[in-house]
């Protein structure tokens, strides 16, 4: 991270650290106690300033997973054995990505067998795999770039001994759209070149958050090799959110 960065990032935390610090007015010899009506008052000021500089200088920042707990316009989740996240049918079948990274929850002792995907229109197979591990919950597409255009992806699952089929739809979006976000992700990344990879990625979620693309921020995060505790446990919560137990 370069040095305007930490210095950016310091000053954030040592604001935030103002902020949880209760403020106290030293007592010696004939200093009155202040009044502890008065004494909130005046922290509730305090706060308040520095609340108003923090966003005067840095904004209201929201990251993707602020913005995606605190959509009103997301719905519901899935009961099922087996729960799709990426595609999900409860949060838009668009996608930008053309190379998806599959991610799903399973319960119960669901072991997903196979993976497909399948052109709508056709019916033609475009990638399967059935090389998985029964405990996987997510495998990345190694397929050729999928091409604008309709598609449906398919899941065998065993559960209680007997198998099933789970069949999400879901469409890659026209080039000119796509290549519109390309442009303003990659501006997005020139403006931010010292960011770490968690970093990057969350800023990279947080240009789809701004078109509700969830699936394509998601993956963004999912795809992330290493992730930090903090943004593992908050995955996590994403998970439980989206398959109900």
């Not at 668009?94 to 196979?114: F, S």
């Not at 056709?122 to 255009?149: C, H, K, R, V």
């Not at 309709?150 to 739809?169: C, G, L, R």
């Amino acid at each position: 991270m370069g040095k305007s960065s930490r210095s950016k990032f310091s000053i954030s935390f040592l604001i935030a650290l103002a902020l949880s610090l209760p403020i106290t007015i030293p007592m010696g010899l004939g200093t009155k106690i202040v009044n502890a009506e008065i004494q909130i008052a005046i922290d509730r000021q305090i706060r308040e300033q520095i609340g108003a500089q923090i966003r005067e200088q840095f904004g209201d920042r929201k990251n993707f997973l602020d913005k995606f707990f605190g959509d009103r316009e997301r719905r519901g989740g899935s009961r099922s054995p087996f729960c799709s996240i990426v595609p999900s049918p409860s949060l838009g079948s668009i996608l930008w990505n053309n190379m998806p990274l599959l991610v799903w929850k399973t319960k119960n002792g669901v072991a997903v067998k196979k993976v497909a995907i399948i052109h709508f229109e056709t019916e033609e197979t475009i990638w399967s795999e059935d090389n998985l591990n029964p405990t996987q919950q997510f495998f990345a597409y190694t397929g050729m770039p999928l091409a604008s255009g309709e598609y449906q992806y398919k899941v065998v699952y065993e559960f209680n001994n007997k198998e099933f089929m789970a069949e999400i739809d879901f469409d890659i979006m026209v080039e000119s759209d796509r290549d519109r976000i390309a442009r303003e992700l990659q501006q997005r990344e020139s403006q931010n070149t010292n960011l770490n990879l968690e970093e990057r990625a969350l800023q990279r979620a947080d240009v789809f958050a701004d078109r509700k693309l969830w699936v394509d921020g998601l993956q963004e995060l999912f795809a992330l090799p290493t992730p930090s505790p903090t943004l593992r446990e908050e995955l996590q919560k994403l998970r439980n959110s989206l398959c109900h137990e």
